[in-house]
């Protein structure tokens, strides 16, 4: 049996309406170890005989048989894996690829041997064979005509195929580099078969076998000169690689992508720009538009923390501490918080200026929070001691060690620093820590007085409901420390100063600034107690008769406290108003089950995480305005995606001719196309790496961590994965253009580039 056998084979071209016949009726029948040289005027088509061999072009009429198997219903899959198998071809542009080094083009033949040390050496060893160790390392483009040609054989043999073919392969050489190809390719070829196209058949004839000529088409001589001198030892030598360890096409793509991307540096660096553009772009426009995200966030009824309920009595009596004690302790909380005030986000900030910025931290304890164990600093262990948990950004102010930190003033309260801890997220809420005892104090402070004042005002009030001024106040308790018309009295003198007042029938009247109401403490005849009236505190200096006011000028009898005065009078305000407290469970899940008990009691419960719907306007503006950026991101990504595709559509005439180069050297369309989308996917790479790179110096420098919002890492692994899919998407698109021509087309066109 023949190893190739052509019946009857006819090739016609149909090309704008004209009809030429490119070869007709041929019959043919080759062998192994023959060197068949094919001879014929231009046009006779001895090149459509080599394409049809080759499986390159289509054939209409006849059979080709390939170790006897017919072949004229292959598809194009099948035509490959024929190529891929049996053939090698020689043209006479040589058809390197010009930007692969000598040995890359070799071991493209040679993707086939899975160990990379064993693909090289068999490489050089090619190499060796064809003369051209010396430059292994030299670019295609770089290389003389013989040179090329020597590559392409060594490239032919590494193939290890049955079949070699050779269209005019010393077309472009001067006559010694000839001989010395056709030389060199007899050597190369003792046990394959050899069929050389040729316009002058006496270069070849010392080598040749066999010469065949071709005349409009058809064969007109087919003469023997020879016979073989094949032995047959050397007709099994192929065989012996067949068994050999194959790598998968997945692999093959690889290694291909691998040689792809790094023979064309520029256009390879070109496209890591325009990936890093690309990524570091929707990444920049993500942080920027991250505030968005907001406007979707749950709206919690009270502070959310894990765990908490949030109760009153139905009928909104006050829960005296006692009683909350109780509760907590009947419902198996783990801790209770009974002035919980500050914890609700009704702008209960404590706030403080930073070059002429306004900073904020939220209130919280440390019953609840523990920054964990890396802070600067400690946690703190007294009343007027605050723990700072701020964003990167606050660092400027804070330093970056404990000792750095100056204390701060919440009113008139001086609080020392014990410790702060920064952090990268700036989605998160700055928080300043108390202790139990601290978060009740500043609870009391922050309830009485608006935290602008840092002063309350005592006035007082002779029995006739006349407001009296600073001199006469100091006639009345002159065992009082007055400075500058200022009464200054310590917590345990409080009592003693209202009783003195009192047995002297004047009646006091504490008034504190806040935001909400004043609460007032008024001392009326025998009966002291609390009254909490809505108070506009100017009406008591305005009331004033004019005949009490014995001296001009300002009007003001004001009393200094220090700040745990001031505490134990907001605390006896608040124990006989405040309604609400908040209890700690476990978790969340225990948190409902308490409430639902709690609410079976007869006790109004909410857990924490509760949400509550928001008034429609807001519902609506805030879903307007989250459509908005939602569609400018969009934009921005379509826009992102729209220019990376133009941008490499521009560069796909470079990958032309090299595919289609591929093509011919039987390199499976598969494995080319896994190697595009591989050197697209290795450009991907630098740009992932330099986003990673920017958000850490964004979000570590306390500068930029201001401006961009802190992504999360799902929100990175969307823009990766977005950029995955887009980029797949355009070398998808790229690879149909490139492979909707057939090989000999794109060839052509790739040659004449
Ligand atoms: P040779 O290689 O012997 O010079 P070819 O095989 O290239 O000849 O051409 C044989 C005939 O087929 C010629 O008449 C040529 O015009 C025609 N032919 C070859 N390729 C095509 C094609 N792609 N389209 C139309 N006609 C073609
Ligand atoms: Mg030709």
Same mark, same amino acid.
């Given at each position: 049996?023949?190893?190739?056998?052509?019946?009857?084979?006819?090739?016609?071209?149909?090309?704008?309406?004209?009809?030429?016949?490119?070869?007709?009726?041929?019959?043919?029948?080759?062998?192994?170890?023959?060197?068949?040289?094919?001879?014929?005027?231009?046009?006779? #088509?001895?090149?459509?005989?080599?394409?049809?061999?080759?499986?390159?072009?289509?054939?209409?009429?006849?059979?080709?048989?390939?170790?006897?198997?017919?072949?004229?219903?292959?598809?194009?899959?099948?035509?490959?894996?024929?190529?891929?198998?049996?053939?090698?071809?020689?043209?006479?542009?040589?058809?390197?690829?010009?930007?692969?080094?000598?040995?890359?083009?070799?071991?493209?033949?040679?993707?086939?041997?899975?160990?990379?040390?064993?693909?090289?050496?068999? !490489?050089?060893?090619?190499?060796?064979?064809? #003369?051209?160790?010396?430059? $292994?390392?030299?670019?295609?483009?770089?290389?003389?005509?013989?040179?090329?040609?020597?590559?392409?054989?060594?490239?032919?043999?590494?193939?290890?195929?049955?079949?070699?073919?050779?269209?005019?392969?010393? =077309?472009?050489?001067?006559?010694?580099?000839?001989?010395? @190809?056709?030389?060199?390719?007899?050597?190369?070829?003792?046990?394959?078969?050899?069929?050389?196209?040729?316009?002058?058949?006496?270069?070849?004839?010392?080598?040749?076998?066999?010469?065949?000529?071709?005349?409009?088409?058809?064969?007109?001589?087919?003469?023997?000169?020879?016979?073989?001198?094949? %032995?047959?030892?050397?007709?099994?030598?192929?065989?012996?690689? &067949?068994?050999?360890?194959?790598?998968?096409?997945?692999?093959?793509?690889?290694?291909?992508?691998?040689?792809?991307?790094?023979?064309?540096?520029?256009?390879?660096?070109?496209?890591?720009?325009?990936?890093?553009?690309?990524?570091?772009?929707?990444?920049?426009?993500? *942080?920027?538009?991250?505030?968005?995200?907001?406007?979707?966030?749950?709206?919690?009824?009270?502070?959310?923390?894990?765990?908490?309920?949030?109760?009153?009595?139905?009928?909104?009596?006050?829960?005296?501490?006692?009683?909350?004690? *109780? @509760?907590?302790?009947?419902?198996? !909380?783990?801790?209770?918080?009974?002035?919980?005030?500050?914890? &609700?986000? /009704?702008? +209960?900030?404590?706030?403080?200026?930073? &070059?002429?910025?306004?900073?904020?931290?939220?209130?919280?304890?440390?019953?609840?929070?523990?920054? #964990?164990?890396?802070?600067? #600093?400690?946690?703190?262990?007294?009343?007027?001691?605050?723990?700072?948990?701020?964003?990167?950004?606050?660092?400027?102010?804070?330093?970056?060690?404990?000792?750095?930190?100056?204390?701060?003033?919440?009113?008139?309260?001086?609080?020392?620093?014990? =410790?702060?801890?920064?952090? /990268?997220?700036?989605?998160?809420?700055?928080?300043?820590?108390?202790?139990?005892?601290?978060?009740?104090?500043?609870?009391?402070?922050?309830?009485?007085?608006?935290?602008?004042?840092?002063? $309350?005002?005592?006035?007082?009030?002779?029995?006739? =409901?006349?407001?009296? +001024?600073?001199?006469?106040?100091?006639?009345?308790?002159?065992?009082?420390?007055?400075?500058?018309?200022?009464?200054?009295? &310590?917590?345990?003198?409080?009592?003693?100063?209202?009783?003195?007042?009192?047995?002297?029938?004047?009646?006091?009247?504490?008034?504190?600034?806040?935001?909400?109401?004043?609460?007032?403490?008024?001392?009326?005849?025998?009966?002291?107690?609390?009254?909490?009236?809505?108070? @506009?505190?100017?009406?008591?200096?305005?009331?004033?008769?004019?005949?009490?006011?014995?001296?001009?000028?300002?009007?003001?009898?004001?009393?200094?406290?220090?700040?745990?005065?001031?505490?134990?009078?907001?605390?006896?305000?608040?124990?006989?108003? /405040?309604?609400?407290?908040?209890?700690?469970?476990?978790?969340?899940?225990?948190?409902?089950?308490?409430?639902?008990?709690? +609410?079976?009691?007869?006790?109004? *419960?909410?857990?924490?995480?509760?949400?509550?719907?928001?008034?429609?306007?807001?519902?609506?503006?805030?879903?307007?305005?989250?459509?908005?950026? !939602?569609?400018?991101?969009?934009? !921005?990504?379509?826009?992102?995606?729209?220019?990376? =595709?133009?941008?490499?559509?521009?560069?796909?005439?470079?990958?032309?001719?090299?595919?289609? $180069?591929?093509? %011919?050297?039987?390199?499976?369309?598969?494995?080319?196309?896994?190697?595009?989308?591989?050197?697209?996917?290795?450009?991907?790479?630098?740009?992932?790496?330099?986003?990673?790179?920017?958000?850490?110096?964004?979000?570590?420098?306390?500068?930029?961590?201001?401006?961009?919002?802190?992504?999360?890492?799902?929100?990175? *692994?969307?823009?990766?994965?977005?950029?995955?899919?887009?980029?797949?998407?355009?070398?998808?698109?790229?690879?149909?253009?490139?492979?909707?021509?057939?090989?000999?087309?794109?060839?052509?066109?790739?040659?004449?580039?």
């Amino acid at each position: 049996m023949s190893l190739l056998t052509l019946k009857d084979i006819g090739k016609i071209y149909v090309s704008e309406g004209n009809v030429a016949v490119g070869i007709r009726g041929v019959n043919l029948s080759f062998d192994r170890g023959e060197f068949v040289a094919v001879t014929g005027k231009s046009g006779s #088509g001895k090149s459509t005989l080599l394409n049809v061999i080759s499986g390159m072009d289509s054939y209409e009429e006849g059979e080709l048989f390939i170790e006897g198997q017919p072949t004229s219903h292959y598809m194009q899959k099948e035509w490959e894996e024929y190529r891929e198998k049996y053939i090698s071809f020689i043209f006479q542009d040589y058809n390197i690829i010009e930007s692969f080094t000598v040995l890359q083009n070799v071991e493209l033949s040679l993707m086939h041997i899975e160990d990379k040390k064993e693909r090289r050496a068999r !490489a050089l060893e090619l190499l060796d064979r064809v #003369g051209m160790t010396s430059h $292994i390392r030299q670019k295609g483009s770089k290389l003389s005509g013989g040179q090329k040609q020597r590559t392409v054989i060594a490239r032919a043999l590494a193939k290890d195929s049955p079949i070699i073919l050779a269209d005019e392969p010393t =077309g472009n050489l001067d006559s010694t580099t000839s001989d010395e @190809i056709i030389e060199l390719l007899r050597e190369v070829s003792r046990d394959k078969l050899l069929i050389v196209v040729t316009h002058n058949f006496e270069q070849v004839e010392k080598c040749a076998t066999r010469h065949i000529r071709i005349f409009d088409g058809a064969v007109e001589s087919d003469h023997v000169i020879s016979h073989s001198e094949i %032995s047959s030892d050397e007709k099994t030598v192929r065989s012996s690689s &067949e068994n050999k360890k194959k790598s998968s096409d997945f692999k093959k793509g690889l290694t291909l992508g691998k040689a792809i991307f790094t023979s064309k540096p520029k256009l390879s660096f070109f496209f890591c720009l325009l990936m890093i553009i690309g990524t570091l772009g929707i990444f920049m426009v993500t *942080a920027l538009c991250g505030d968005a995200a907001v406007l979707f966030e749950k709206n919690y009824m009270f502070e959310h923390i894990d765990g908490r309920v949030v109760i009153t009595t139905q009928n909104g009596e006050v829960m005296s501490e006692e009683d909350l004690k *109780a @509760i907590s302790e009947k419902y198996g !909380a783990k801790e209770y918080l009974h002035y919980d005030i500050l914890l &609700e986000d /009704y702008s +209960n900030y404590m706030s403080f200026e930073h &070059e002429g910025e306004e900073k904020y931290l939220r209130f919280c304890y440390t019953y609840r929070e523990s920054f #964990g164990e890396d802070i600067i #600093g400690k946690y703190p262990q007294n009343n007027n001691e605050v723990f700072l948990y701020m964003p990167i950004s606050y660092q400027p102010m804070f330093g970056k060690s404990s000792v750095e930190i100056e204390n701060i003033y919440y009113g008139s309260m001086e609080l020392k620093v014990t =410790g702060v801890k920064y952090y /990268y997220d700036n989605n998160l809420t700055p928080k300043c820590l108390f202790t139990k005892e601290g978060f009740r104090t500043v609870t009391a402070l922050h309830y009485l007085f608006d935290s602008a004042s840092n002063d $309350i005002r005592v006035n007082v009030f002779a029995s006739e =409901g006349y407001l009296i +001024n600073e001199i006469a106040l100091y006639n009345i308790v002159p065992s009082f420390d007055m400075k500058d018309g200022t009464a200054y009295i &310590e917590s345990g003198e409080y009592r003693k100063f209202v009783n003195t007042l009192y047995d002297k029938n004047y009646r006091t009247q504490i008034s504190f600034t806040s935001h909400y109401y004043n609460y007032d403490y008024n001392n009326y005849g025998t009966q002291k107690a609390l009254s909490f009236t809505r108070l @506009i505190e100017d009406d008591c200096i305005v009331n004033v008769p004019p005949e009490m006011n014995r001296f001009d000028g300002y009007y003001d009898g004001s009393i200094i406290v220090s700040v745990s005065l001031l505490r134990d009078i907001s605390e006896e305000v608040l124990e006989r108003s /405040y309604r609400q407290a908040s209890l700690f469970f476990e978790n969340d899940k225990e948190a409902h089950a308490a409430a639902d008990k709690l +609410n079976n009691d007869g006790y109004i *419960a909410v857990t924490s995480d509760t949400t509550y719907t928001p008034e429609a306007t807001t519902v609506i503006i805030g879903l307007i305005v989250g459509l908005m950026v !939602a569609f400018m991101w969009l934009m !921005a990504i379509v826009f992102l995606a729209f220019f990376i =595709g133009l941008c490499s559509n521009r560069t796909i005439g470079a990958f032309k001719s090299d595919m289609a $180069i591929m093509r %011919s050297m039987g390199i499976p369309v598969k494995v080319i196309k896994t190697g595009m989308y591989v050197r697209m996917l290795i450009a991907l790479i630098p740009a992932y790496i330099l986003v990673i790179a920017t958000a850490v110096l964004i979000f570590t420098t306390p500068k930029f961590n201001e401006f961009f919002t802190y992504l999360y890492a799902w929100q990175y *692994a969307v823009i990766f994965i977005g950029m995955l899919i887009l980029t797949f998407r355009i070398t998808r698109g790229q690879v149909r253009k490139l492979f909707s021509e057939s090989v000999k087309k794109s060839l052509k066109g790739g040659s004449a580039e």
